[in-house]
């Protein structure tokens, strides 16, 4: 853990005043020492003497200007979720003004200051936003408000205690008032409040009602500008063909004339393993890539297959692997069982594919790399570009843009280097945009996954001892160069090492077994929602194995989770479990806590014919603590829900000859409007601390899906999707 000491300095007065002069207002930030634990791990309003970085308001969260305008540096990027007008809603309810006056700015590349401790570096995903951000942003915007209430007493010379803020003024005894744009200057010279008292629940104004994203107007009348809307001065389109199997290398290249004919095309880049054109136009720049005639040099991994791939994984997760959770004695469970209940279940290749296929505009000059770009993970991208034009790390600008989809694999920077690799071979910036073609073919997957689950039980048919192997990639190896030392990836194994179910003996395994061809990376719901699946399917089993309601059975082992017990019993009344179903129908559950929130999800379907299903209906039930924005939490839980629908039916990604098999969407389906189920979102009312919601949705919504299923047909898939078992939506 790094010493706080050495990662935060406090502002002195006349550093405060430093800053605040040369931003032309007030300027208050909270800083968090990584690697904590803890997302409230900051407890007062500090600001640092940052020297030049203070010149461009780095690290600067809250910043007020001589009108009243207030800004926030927001350390994550908006990717749909919504965490931009959370974070704005924070600040405003405690710096007390309206949430139209706030403006969100996107933080640059910076480590030492934007680090969130629950991922301890500077990143977008996990669902850590809200609580990474919850106190410390909250913290920002009170202690600016101290600040000028102070201004504001010491101008009118009466006591602060006789002041108050309101609506972006302070107001003082006969009937002063002073807007905040005017006191800025003088709450800069004020030494900063060492404990900021923060508004109790029952006095919130804005956080907790349900408000109007501030990024939808924007992208409902096409003023948002995402990093493909995007135009530098002197710009040109690139686009590329990259080698079809990961590994391999470029050969040969023949037909350029063809391609420089065609109208626009002003270069042909070769690299590595890819071939890029640059035009006027990214339809020229395709029309260019189809005239060329390329030879790649396929590499190792040509000859490979998915049925090559998913024998090698089965195989492999029989195997012993390493412990990532021991508790009890489950030999002894095993051997004094009254009997056992195993099962195997499979989960596949998938790709992220967002709405916004990979794109970045970069300009590469001899002493500077600048970059455009919708990125998850900044600092490392900021990195990475580095190496690539060899330049110093400080010499690459990252003006982090608006995210159309990420879904994790915006985390990866794979196509920021490649548009450097290609901007660095040219005098004039360029935007490199990936077709749908390559986007797919050439993602960062989600690993295919084995589980193994083995069961001791009881007379009852109650588990006494549970024991759970997990085999597949290691996405945390992949990322971050390598295994902690006990070799377990702990993404992997979440939820599954810490079921929400009472296991007195519980052994949990993990087998690293990395596919030779695919490469890896998170996708959205990341270890806990593979693990759910399992965990979740299997119990479901269990309680049909006893014959017990899936429901009840679940309850009954979840007596030290009242939270998880809560979520599961309301999803049940709001669904009316126990009420009959006409026969080919059916409802299944799933329950977990992930993320720092509790969730239950209910599917009701239908089967129609042989393999034909119509998801009549979905409940979804969260506990995700005080909900910031609960029209952000519906929306997510519901964009969430269908999402981890789509995989669970139809999303597969498969391998011949070393190629991903998949192109575009109409081989990739998504799950459509005439799909779509209504789905019912109840949120708990909770003043606990706020859990994660981005990708909480997803989590339960596969094995709900497959264990109503069971529940309407009486058969049990145990491998995803169904329709690799022919099962269709009507």
Request: net charge neutral.
């Amino acid at each position: 853990m790094s010493d706080t000491s050495s990662s935060v300095a406090m502002l002195s007065r006349r550093g405060l005043l430093k800053g605040g002069a040369l931003l032309g207002g007030l300027v208050v930030s909270t800083y968090l020492p990584p690697m904590v634990s803890r997302s409230f791990a900051a407890d007062v309003v500090k600001s640092a003497n940052m020297g030049d970085n203070a010149q461009k308001g780095y690290g600067a969260f809250v910043r007020i200007d001589h009108a009243g305008a207030v800004t926030v540096i927001s350390p994550k990027i908006e990717m749909g979720q919504g965490i931009q007008t959370g974070i704005a809603m924070m600040v405003a309810e405690e710096l007390e003004v309206p949430l139209s006056q706030v403006t969100i700015a996107e933080a640059p590349p910076n480590a030492a200051l934007y680090t969130d401790p629950l991922l301890t570096f500077q990143a977008t995903g996990g669902s850590t936003s809200t609580r990474y951000t919850w106190e410390p942003l909250r913290r920002a915007g009170a202690g600016a408000r101290v600040l000028l209430i102070q201004a504001a007493a010491l101008r009118w010379n009466v006591a602060p205690s006789q002041c108050r803020a309101q609506n972006g003024r302070v107001l003082g005894p006969h009937n002063r008032s002073a807007g905040y744009g005017e006191l800025v200057d003088a709450a800069a010279l004020l030494p900063l409040p060492t404990d900021v008292p923060l508004k109790p629940v029952a006095e919130f104004k804005l956080l907790g009602k349900p408000a109007q994203r501030l990024d939808t107007p924007h992208k409902v009348n096409g003023t948002a500008k995402f990093t493909i809307d995007l135009h530098v001065p002197g710009m040109l389109i690139a686009s590329t063909i990259t080698c079809p199997v990961s590994g391999g290398k470029l050969l040969a290249l023949e037909n350029e004339e063809a391609a420089r004919n065609v109208q626009g095309v002003r270069d042909i880049v070769r690299l590595d393993n890819a071939v890029a054109v640059t035009a006027t136009n990214f339809w020229a720049c395709q029309l260019a890539l189809k005239a060329l005639k390329i030879e790649w040099d396929m590499g190792p991994h040509a000859g490979l297959d998915s049925a090559h791939l998913d024998k090698s994984l089965f195989d492999a997760s029989a195997g012993d692997g390493v412990f990532a959770h021991r508790a009890g004695d489950i030999d002894s469970a095993m051997k004094n069982a009254f009997s056992r209940f195993e099962a195997i279940y499979e989960q596949p290749f998938l790709s992220h594919s967002p709405l916004e296929p990979m794109t970045c505009v970069a300009h590469v000059r001899a002493d500077e790399c600048e970059l455009w770009v919708g990125c998850q993970a900044p600092g490392l991208a900021q990195m990475g570009a580095a190496k690539v034009c060899g330049l110093p790390t400080d010499k690459v600008v990252i003006h982090n843009q608006l995210i159309g989809g990420g879904f994790g694999r915006r985390l990866e920077s794979d196509f920021i280097f490649q548009a450097v690799d290609i901007a660095r071979q040219l005098s004039y910036p360029i935007k490199l945009i990936w077709s749908r073609e390559e986007d797919m073919t050439h993602d960062r997957y989600r690993p295919h996954y084995v589980d193994r689950l083995n069961a001791a039980l009881d007379k009852d048919l109650r588990p006494v001892g549970w024991e759970h192997r997990i085999a597949g990639a290691s996405v945390v190896a992949a990322y971050l160069g390598g295994l902690p030392p006990d070799g377990v990836d702990f993404d992997a194994v979440e939820v599954a090492k810490d079921p929400v179910y009472s296991l007195a003996n519980l052994q949990v395994r993990y087998i690293r077994h990395d596919p030779e061809v695919i490469p890896v990376s998170w996708w959205r719901g990341v270890g806990p929602l593979r693990s759910t699946y399992a965990v979740e399917c299997f119990i479901d089993e269990l309680a049909h194995n006893a014959k017990v309601d899936p429901v009840q059975y679940r309850l009954d082992l979840m007596q030290s989770q009242p939270r998880a017990q809560a979520v599961l019993r309301k999803a049940a009344q709001l669904v009316g479990w126990g009420d009959a179903l006409p026969a080919g129908s059916g409802r299944g559950v799933a329950v977990s806590a992930v993320f720092g929130s509790f969730v239950a999800t209910v599917v009701e379907l239908e089967r129609q014919g042989d393999k034909g299903l119509h998801i009549k209906r979905l409940v979804t039930v969260i506990d995700c603590g005080f909900a910031n924005n609960p029209t952000s939490v519906a929306s997510q839980m519901e964009g969430g829900t269908l999402f981890g629908l789509s995989a669970a039916l139809f999303n597969e990604i498969l391998i011949e000859k070393g190629q991903v098999q998949q192109t575009n969407f109409h081989e990739y389906r998504q799950i459509r409007m005439s799909d779509a189920p209504p789905v019912q979102v109840h949120i708990v009312n909770s003043v606990e601390s706020p859990g994660g919601v981005g990708e909480t949705g997803a989590v339960p919504a596969a094995a709900a899906l497959v264990n109503a299923l069971y529940a309407a047909t009486g058969v049990r898939e145990r491998r995803l999707p169904l329709s690799r078992n022919g099962y269709f939506t009507v």
